[in-house]
Structure formats: C-alpha cells, structure tokens
C-alpha cells in the first residue's frame, strides 16, 4: 500500500497555499473570455481546470471559497470531511471516501477539509469550471469567519 510520501513523490506535489500539496494536471486550452464568464468576473479562463490534492496527519485545508463549483473526486487513502457554509450561514458537512467517492462544493460557500482520522492520509483531485484561477480564490480570515459565522467559530478556529 502506498504511503502519502510515496504519492508526493511519484506525482510529484508540491506545498499547497491553503494546506496539504496539490499538482495542477489539466487546463483546458478553450477559454472564456470577457461576457462570457459568469458573475463579476473579468480577463480569461481557463474552461475547466483540475488537480491532484493530498491531505496527510494534521494537514488541512483551510477555510477559502471560490467563486466556481469545485468537484471533489476520492482517489486513495482514508476519509475526508469537507465542511462548507454557505452565505446563510448553513454548515453542511461531506464525507468524502471510497463509498462517497465525489463531492461537488457550489461556489462562492466558504469551505475546509480535514482527515477524518489523524493517522491517515487521503489522496483526491479537484475539478473547478470555469477553471481556476488565483483571482477567484479568497482565503478566509479566521477574525472574518468568526464575526460573520460566530456559531461555528470553534470550527473555524480549527481549520483556518
């Protein structure tokens, strides 16, 4: 059985800025571009992106939203909770696993994942259309989320 190291290396991960590693392994060549891309967004994108994503130990990712839906796919390794909270301030949480293998995270919800059990690793990719872009990625403030969501502040200052 192959070991979070093991996957860092072969598919050759790198540090990710809000937790965990990650390896972009697909931008789609079709853009849109101007009016065609929905919400307030300007400039180009990508139409579809993707990526590998590992969490291992005490790694998480921190509360962030974007401002498209975000697919989560479950490749190896153990459980994953994605938790989210959407502008009414809903907390929803998604286990992500070999018997949950896709999540799908709606834009512009703040959302984090951890392990579900420390000692473990999860390996998974994620598929943003539009495609990602660093414009549209927001890191949560811990002070922020707290005042704007008070009742899940414990959760908050776990994962942020």
């Not at 849109?32 to 969490?55: H, K, M, N, Q």
């Not at 005490?58 to 962030?64: E, G, L, V, W």
């Not at 999860?122 to 872009?133: E, I, R, S």
Request: glycine fraction near 6%; hydrophobic fraction near 35%; include cysteine.
């Amino acid at each position: 059985m192959k070991t979070a190291q093991n996957w860092i290396q072969e598919l050759e991960l790198s540090p990710h800025p809000e937790g965990g590693y990650y390896k972009e392994v697909y931008r789609s060549e079709e853009e849109l571009v101007g009016e065609l891309l929905p919400g307030d967004r300007s400039g180009i994108r990508s139409v579809s992106t993707a990526i590998y994503f590992l969490l291992e130990g005490n790694d998480f990712s921190a509360f962030h939203r974007i401002k498209s839906d975000e697919i989560w796919h479950f490749y190896a390794g153990d459980s994953l909770i994605i938790y989210t909270i959407d502008e009414n301030g809903l907390l929803t949480e998604y286990p992500l696993n070999s018997d949950v293998p896709m999540q799908i995270i709606p834009r512009n919800n703040w959302f984090a994942a951890e392990l579900k059990e420390k000692d473990s690793y999860a390996l998974v990719g994620c598929t943003v259309a539009p495609g990602f872009d660093f414009e549209d990625f927001e890191m949560g403030s811990q002070e922020d989320l707290i005042k704007e969501f008070p009742k899940h502040s414990d959760l908050i200052k776990q994962l942020s």
